[in-house]
């Protein structure tokens, strides 16, 4: 089992509201990464890092922002969470020491915007 | 634009036998070629790795293979069990650039 948290697992909230979904893992990986996946879909990079300080945008357009203070932490916030935004979040995390990016990934966050 | 396409939305196979996932991609020539199982609401789970000089690698009842003239990789599972069914993703990059991975497979192995 990977050392990688994430809260809320599940959250519903209203449209307009801002949220900070939280990603903390415990075995120093300088990556970490945060996904977004529909249902039966495939994962979609919205946000990566790979160092304190370090943040990129993914593939995946995001209304989401991300900050990286701690080398164990990396918020994801959404300023005014919309229904578009109804997903289920993966943080994910791996070694900057190793040429190989083999990810461990988190139990993620279903979130739901009504 | 990069593309891997994984052969099937889902595979049915009978307890016991052999489950072989596809994995292809086009526009990409990358060093490293992993597979990884998802089941339902949690995170992917890292299962295998295969580097680019590498024609074959096993683990336990699982094989996989990596042929990069054909732009393919075979995940196999051997005397499968119901505990195998799953979503299955295979998952490619080179050099420090970040994970692309496909859509999956969704595999079922019936008792």
């Known amino acids: 089992e990977a050392d990688i948290y994430q809260t809320p697992r599940y959250l519903v909230i209203g449209t307009g509201k801002k949220i900070t979904l939280e990603c903390s893992q415990t075995m120093g990986h300088d990556k970490m990464y945060w996904y977004q996946q529909d249902p039966g879909m495939e994962l979609h990079l919205i946000h990566y890092s790979y160092g304190v300080n370090s943040t990129e945008k993914g593939d995946l357009s995001s209304e989401s922002t991300v900050s990286r203070i701690r080398t164990e932490h990396f918020p994801l916030t959404l300023e005014s969470a919309r229904p578009s935004h109804t997903s289920q979040y993966l943080c994910a995390s791996s070694r900057w020491t190793s040429v190989v990016d083999t990810q461990y990934f988190g139990p993620g966050t279903r979130l739901t915007v009504l | 634009s990069q593309k891997i396409e994984q052969n099937s939305e889902a595979l049915n196979i009978q307890e016991g036998k052999t489950a072989t996932l596809t994995c292809n991609y086009t526009n990409y020539s990358p060093a490293y070629l992993q597979w990884y199982r998802q089941d339902p609401g949690r995170g992917p789970v890292f299962l295998l790795l295969i580097r680019e000089n590498e024609k074959e690698k096993r683990k336990e009842r699982l094989k996989v293979t990596f042929d990069t003239t054909l732009k393919q990789s075979l995940f196999h599972i051997t005397a499968s069990q119901p505990a195998d069914s799953a979503t299955y993703l295979c998952?490619?990059?080179?050099?420090?650039?970040?994970?692309?991975f496909g859509k999956g497979t969704r595999l079922s192995v019936i008792a």
């Open positions: 998952a490619l990059h080179s050099g420090n650039t970040p994970l692309v």
